[in-house]
Structures are given as C-alpha cells and as structure tokens.
C-alpha cells in the first residue's frame, strides 16, 4: 500500500507536467480501475479527451483513454455511455479492433441489434483474419435471426459449417504430421493448409492449444511419444 501511495504521489505530480499529463492521468485512471474507484477513475481518463496531440503515443493514451472509458461505462453497465466511447475510436486506430468487438457485444447487451450488426460487418471487413471474426460470424447469424432475416441468417449459418467441417480434414493431416503441427499452432497455418486464416489465428491465440502443443512437443524431443 505504501508503493501505491507513493506512486499515486508521483502520477500526481505528473499530471500538472506539459510532456507527462496524458500519461500520467491514464496511469492514475488505471489505478483508481484496480482499487474500483471507477467514478474516479472515469474522471482521469476524461480528462485525456479533446486534446491536442503531437504525436503517436499520446494519440495511443487518447485512445486507450476513450476505451477505457467504455470499459468502465460497461462495468456500470451503462451501455448507451460505453457505446458512444466505443463508437468515438476513429477508423485509423490501432486500438479500432478492440472498439469495434466491445461495441458489438455493448450493442447487445442494449438491444441494439442493428447497431450491433453494423459493428460486427464493419469489423469482419477490416479484420476478417482475426481469431475473434469466427465468433462474430455466429453471432450474427443469431443476431440476423432476430432481426427477422432467417434466410440470410440460414445462408451465414451453413457457411460457419462448411468451414469447420472442411477445416476438420484438414486438421487430422496436419496433427498427423509433428512439424506442421507446430507450425501450425504457432499461427503458421495456411490457406494451403486447407485451413482459414481466422481459424489458424484462433487456434495460435488460445493458451490451451498452445500450451498442449508446447507438451507435445516436448514429450516428443523426449522420445516419449
């Protein structure tokens, strides 16, 4: 307690400072989020908005401000709030993945199921090779179900399937086969493959395939498989 007394002291004392203020108030925002002060907190990363930047990383503590402002407005479930700081990430941000798949599942939880639909179009068309577009993909399908677009939905649906099916071949050759399978888990997988971009990354960004391969492998250094 008394290093976090301390720091908050410097933080403090940085948050005055022309060159450190954006950071400084973010780390105090972020402090006062793990000692659930989250009004707090709102009140630091608020403060990082409409200002001026000069350069790329305090463009990255406005944006990491402005989601983090979302992430809190969530937890206090107020979801109108979270989505208007979701939405105010701009399409150039290196941070706009994360915005997008928050927003998403933020539109949901407020029943917004066109606004919900229209995050996850826009994200499966700026990262369509991301591990997350998998789950999307079925989520809207349920969400064009709701939306009383069953034949769309029934389309979306099918094509999940085909791909996870064609996908399963595919995997029983490349587990057969020890170098490819590390490859593979690592995130090389390839069209080639017979496998998706997404689902190669979906697979390289779990923690349990990836540490079962880690074992695999070891045990087959060992000799013992």
Request: proline share 1%.
């Amino acid at each position: 307690r008394g290093v976090t007394l301390e720091a908050k002291a410097i933080l403090l004392e940085l948050s005055s400072s022309p060159n450190y203020a954006l950071r400084a108030r973010y780390a105090l925002g972020a402090l006062d989020v793990t000692q659930a002060r989250l009004q707090d907190a709102m009140g630091w990363f608020q403060q990082n908005l409409d200002v001026d930047v000069s350069n790329q990383m305090d463009r990255q503590v406005v944006d990491l401000s402005i989601l983090a402002l979302g992430r809190v407005n969530y937890e206090l479930e107020d979801f109108n709030a979270a989505a208007m700081h979701y939405s105010h990430i701009s399409g150039d941000s290196e941070f706009l993945d994360d915005a997008l798949y928050e927003l998403a599942w933020t539109n949901i939880d407020r029943d917004d199921v066109a606004g919900a639909l229209h995050a996850i179009d826009i994200y499966l068309l700026r990262f369509p090779e991301s591990a997350r577009s998998g789950r999307l993909r079925v989520v809207r399908g349920h969400l064009m179900m709701r939306a009383d677009r069953f034949e769309e939905a029934t389309e979306l649906y099918k094509e999940v399937v085909d791909t996870w099916e064609g996908m399963r071949g595919a995997t029983r050759l490349i587990v057969a086969d020890s170098e490819r399978a590390s490859v593979w888990a690592s995130g090389g997988a390839t069209e080639q493959d017979g496998v998706p971009t997404w689902i190669g990354n979906f697979f390289a960004e779990d923690e349990t395939v990836s540490r079962t391969w880690a074992v695999k492998e070891d045990l087959r250094r060992q000799g013992l498989r």
